[in-house]
């Protein structure tokens, strides 16, 4: 079953409308009018589910989940955490994070507490166990959210002295011994050889720049912290509600948390899809595919923008149409549950400018009157959906730790994490999407810092062709083909894992910058890739980091049908080892004819290209058109220019497509073998007309459409 909601604040209308209470009877009978029959409560009620220390107050609550499940509707409740109570911030103001510069963070939002302060982490055991036990046995209930997007607002990181106690505690069980720290660390630079724990300090703003190795221990440190945290909260729902099931609401390639170790706890996990200045359809998509690549399970979409939002550069309403292809997005990429954020459009707080399935004034929103189609829709689609998950031959590895590094020393302000739209000019080469409306849309926030992980996806994407976004720790023997774009840093067990997969005859691409950092994020002493030079069979002799405007043009060797292909932001000069073969080379200025891109191929069939360029979805759209046909990988349908085309399958062979029109332009694809619409019946012979902003559902009649 698919669940289909919209994320629920009753305690919110009880206060705010004349009438109370009573209007959630008129809301739950909207939101079964529309088919939800999911809702997601109470994720910031701390303060009202315990006004006063150890004063419980669920009777509101639970009120409310019984008007719900009048109707028909499931819950998913959350552990309220993220908003400690008044009461509890002004009794414990320590609790709250200091920040990089040392200023403490105010008190009376969200997100303001300090995971390693020893009041926040008890209450917050005691609220979530409070309210676990209080609905373990409820019928409406389904199943847990735990807080909500650990790390937004800034807030994985914190400086305050609990945390630079608990670093060094977390640094003395990880190295034993001081010396094995200072060699790790590499001290000597600028005599930073510690002789006692006591003395390293949370790596605060400073002076000057901080070391690498130091930086990079602190953020595993950080993730830490919130992976405990979040293990508190799900032993209690483990224990107390053994039959629901506990997930957490994530974002969008948020960076600063390690999102493997986070959810491995989770049943599945969830995420807020909001569409931001520069999310485009081929980000989003990236997105789900990161999502599902994180437990490789199918997940929810636990935020699913429904009109315009408040937060972004700019906030347009999307219009018709929008809120169909976003949610058939999601579910064609793995969503198993789509929530709507949110119910109605607050009438006080700071989010008052973000609409919802209701406005201000209670009327039906466009997204309300496209829900409701939808709604219906998935009752017809969803035994077809029973047992699917995205369909995928190619693997892209993405690893935070080399994300971590690539934002310690981005070493081009191009690649720095959080840059703002306006404060660098854009490359180039950084086109995010070929559709004519969102050519000059560029990627930002930490979907700019994204780019060296996006180029290889979106090619892919714009070739209908599917794929999983996983760890370096993943088992990798499904896929035919796996690309590290950005594999920085090199823990030898990864070396090891890729080594593995070549030897069985893998085609392995290999990013720039790969293999340029030890597991300390200190640079290997062997040439760059270092450990996995053996692999690619040639390394780099010089980089070039280079300012947006400048551009290299590649000259292909050897390779059919390659397109001219523009590369910048970083070129490496490479040098490969007899047996491997140049495929490209870099055109203009001092290193024109010097090598850019490498093949070198295995015993066993196995093949390694190492990219040595950083170049957008033209340099992957070459790489993809020459190595995909000769290893069977191919798009469902033949791809059009602003027509998305993902699939999602089942172990015997069942196949269901969702053809998305994300451009306001018709458009028309060919098909190669008939195909069922689901939602209408009609089976379509050789051609499809689409619609502006139009989505088709189609199962794959059979396996012999093929032959
Ligand atoms: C986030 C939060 C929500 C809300 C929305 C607004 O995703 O989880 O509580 O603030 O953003 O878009
Ligand atoms: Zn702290």
């Known amino acids: 079953m698919i669940y289909f909601g919209c994320d629920y604040y009753p305690e919110q209308w009880a206060q705010w409308l004349a009438e109370g209470e009573a209007r959630w009877e008129t809301d739950a009978a909207l939101m079964a009018e529309a088919g939800l029959n999911v809702v997601r409560l109470a994720e910031f009620a701390w303060g009202l589910l315990e006004p006063a220390q150890d004063r419980f107050d669920f009777t509101w609550l639970d009120r409310a989940v019984e008007v719900l499940g009048r109707h028909g509707l499931k819950v998913v409740m959350c552990t309220p955490t993220p908003t400690p109570p008044p009461w509890l911030l002004y009794q414990s103001p320590e609790i709250r994070q200091i920040m990089a510069d040392g200023r403490q963070q105010g ?157 491995a706890q989770l049943d599945f996990v969830s995420w807020d899809n909001y569409h931001y200045h520069g999310a485009t359809p081929g980000v989003v998509a990236a997105t789900h595919d990161h999502m599902w690549g994180i437990l490789r399970r199918n997940f929810w979409v636990m935020e699913q923008q429904i009109g315009h939002i408040n937060w972004s550069v700019y906030n347009p309403e999307p219009g018709p149409g929008f809120l169909r292809l976003k949610s058939y997005q999601g579910i064609g990429h793995g969503a198993d549950g789509m929530v709507y954020f949110r119910w109605r459009q607050a009438l006080a707080g700071s989010e008052q400018y973000h609409t919802g399935m209701l406005d201000h004034a209670g009327r039906k929103t466009i997204g309300y009157e496209e829900a409701k189609v939808i709604g219906n829709e998935l009752k017809t689609l969803a035994p077809y959906l029973e047992g699917t998950v995205p369909a995928a031959e190619v693997a892209i590895l993405l690893d935070f730790e080399s994300r971590w590094a690539m934002t310690m020393q981005p070493h081009n302000a191009l690649l720095r994490s959080g840059v703002a739209p306006d404060s660098v000019n854009p490359s180039p080469i950084m086109r995010v999407d070929r559709d004519e409306r969102r050519e000059d849309q560029q990627m930002t926030g930490n979907a700019h810092a994204m780019w060296p992980f996006a180029a290889p996806y979106i090619a892919l994407w714009e070739r209908n062709v599917g794929a999983a976004i996983i760890s370096p720790d993943s088992d990798l023997s499904g896929y035919k083909v796996v690309c590290a774009p950005f594999l920085n840093i090199v823990r030898p067990a990864v070396a090891k894992r890729l080594a593995a997969y070549v030897a069985q005859g893998g085609t392995l691409i290999i990013g720039p910058r790969s293999g340029f950092k030890d597991e300390h994020n200190k640079l290997f002493a062997q040439p760059q890739p270092g450990p996995l030079a053996a692999l690619t069979g040639s390394t780099v002799r010089y980089i070039d980091s280079m300012e947006p405007e400048r551009l290299n043009v590649l000259r292909w060797n050897n390779v059919p049908h390659m397109h001219r292909t523009e590369v910048g932001i970083w070129a490496e000069l490479l040098e490969p080892q007899p047996g491997t073969e140049t495929i490209a080379y870099y055109s203009n200025g001092w290193y024109a004819n010097e090598p850019a891109i490498t093949h070198k191929k295995h015993e066993g069939g196995g093949q390694v290209i190492y990219v040595g360029c950083m170049g957008g979805p033209d340099l992957y759209a070459n790489l993809w058109d020459w190595l995909l046909p000769p290893l069977h990988v191919q798009p469902p349908l033949a791809p059009v220019v602003g027509v998305e085309v993902c699939v999602r399958a089942a172990p015997d062979g ?48 059979a396996a012999t459409a093929h032959a």
């Open 107 to 263: 008190a009376g939002t969200r997100r303001e507490a300090c995971a390693n302060q020893p009041v926040y982490r008890e209450r917050s055991r005691i609220i979530s166990q409070a309210i676990a036990s209080r609905y373990a046995q409820n019928p409406h209930v389904v199943g847990w959210q735990t807080d909500n997007e650990f790390g937004c607002h800034g807030s994985a990181i914190c400086y305050c002295g609990e945390c630079e106690t608990a670093f060094q505690h977390w640094l003395q069980a990880k190295y034993m011994d001081l010396e094995m720290l200072n060699e790790a660390w590499g001290g000597s630079f600028w005599g930073e050889v510690y002789a006692d724990w006591r003395h390293i300090p949370a790596p605060t703003q400073s002076a000057a720049e901080r070391s690498p190795s130091h930086l990079l221990d602190y953020q595993r440190f950080s993730s830490d912290t919130w992976r405990d945290y979040h293990n508190m909260e799900i032993d209690i729902l483990r224990a107390t509600c053994p039959g629901h099931f506990v997930t957490h609401n994530l974002m969008s390639f948020f960076e600063p948390l390690n999102y493997y170790n986070l959810c």
């Open 654 to 701: 069942r196949k269901v497509v969702f053809v998305l029109n994300h451009s306001s332009q018709p458009h028309a694809m060919t098909l190669a073998h008939p195909l069922t619409d689901l939602l209408t019946g009609e089976t379509h012979q050789r051609s499809l007309a689409l619609k502006p902003h139009q989505v088709v559902i189609f199962q794959e009649v």
